[in-house]
């Protein structure tokens, strides 16, 4: 039949959906007296063979459904489209220049930068008196590397950041020496903490040190394994 521009797509046809099976153990825990039954136990374990199974199967499944999908790649385009704009988060003062986040619109991570001016170069953004101070999109091929807590010290020199990988909650802490004026050196320091997890960061006031929670160090066999 003829379509009419603006006419609903017909809704296409349900397919049948084979789900991989999931395998009910009689895995059981006693809590305050209570047996409590946890059939799918074996599932907590990401690294065993039945798991990684499973997990393949499932996004097998996901990956026929999606490759079915008529309006998948229309959808992703649009989303792109509506995406694709500049932003930039409230500046904050330290030393001499103005630091604040910047996206230019389809990055993963959004890139800290310094500016002398505090109006950041004005409405279009002046990128010649810009500084990039931490781009964290240049720490990963796949740009999965993300940057938080982040502090900088009352003197405005020392930048303590943390590390994630792949959206872990485990972070790296790790500290910058930034020069006082805007375009001056940028220099990392050999300052590193691991194991760091839900944890602020809390500088001296003299900046000769900074405070903050972390893990004791896992065994060496299990820090691979370590849960994310």
Request: proline share 7%; aromatic share 8%.
């Amino acid at each position: 039949h003829q379509s009419r521009p603006g006419a609903a797509v017909p809704p296409a046809t349900p397919m049948a959906l084979a789900y991989p099976a999931a395998r009910r153990s009689e895995h059981c825990d006693v809590l305050h007296g209570k047996t409590v039954a946890d059939p799918y136990r074996w599932l907590e374990d990401p690294d065993s063979d039945e798991t990684t199974a499973w997990v393949e199967a499932q996004c097998a499944l996901t990956d026929a459904v999606l490759a079915k999908t008529r309006d998948r790649g229309r959808i992703r385009d649009r989303l792109a489209e509506v995406k694709d704009y500049p932003t930039y988060s409230v500046p904050s003062k330290h030393s001499s220049g103005y630091y604040y986040w910047h996206n230019s619109g389809l990055q993963n991570q959004d890139v800290l930068y310094r500016h002398a001016d505090a109006a950041l170069g004005g409405a279009a953004g002046d990128e010649a008196g810009r500084q990039v101070v931490l781009d964290p999109n240049a720490l990963s091929d796949d740009g999965t590397v993300a940057v938080g807590p982040l502090k900088m010290s009352e003197c405005g020199t020392l930048l303590a950041y943390g590390l994630s990988e792949a959206g872990s909650d485990w972070k790296t802490l790790k500290v910058l020496r930034v020069s006082a004026d805007v375009g001056g050196a940028i220099e990392p320091l050999d300052d590193v903490c691991k194991w760091v997890k839900f944890s602020s960061i809390a500088w001296r006031h003299d900046g000769s040190g900074f405070y903050y929670a972390r893990y004791p160090a896992p065994a060496a066999a299990a820090a691979a394994a370590a849960p994310d």
